[in-house]
Nanobody, 127 residues
């Protein structure tokens, strides 16, 4: 079992920035090949935001966040970060960190392929 803990959520104005962090706080992480961020806004379905391969660092972004969000990782610290710039009102959501065993999970950003999930952190964007 891998425990994922998110932090860094909060409020920002449209056009502003926030940085989310995700720590793999416990558990056996060597089989984790993909880390991802998902979000779910009010009244919306869960959406894959971005994934990063833990080996090699290839990244896969949803079109809605390309050019604005950046994912990064620090394998030694078992941390994944999501830098969110140029925030829009529609970015407001609960953001979840997730982990998967296979590379395809990252390419597809399919939540059903992710096996471990954090508790979520709220991001609010105001005009």
């Amino acid at each position: 079992q891998v425990q994922l803990v998110e932090s860094g959520g909060g409020s920002a104005q449209a056009g502003g920035s926030l940085r989310l962090s995700c720590e793999a706080a416990s558990g056996y992480t060597f089989n984790i090949n993909c880390m991802g961020w998902f979000r779910q806004g009010p009244g919306k379905e869960r959406e894959g935001v971005v994934g990063i391969l833990t080996g090699g660092g290839s990244t896969y972004y949803a079109d809605s966040v390309k050019g604005r969000f950046t994912i990064s990782r620090d394998n030694a610290k078992k941390m994944v970060y999501l830098q969110m710039n140029s925030l829009k009102l529609e970015d407001a959501a609960i953001y979840y960190c997730a982990a998967a065993w296979n590379d395809h999970a990252c390419r597809a950003l399919d939540g059903s392929e992710f096996v471990y999930w954090g508790q979520g952190t709220q991001v609010t964007v105001s005009s």
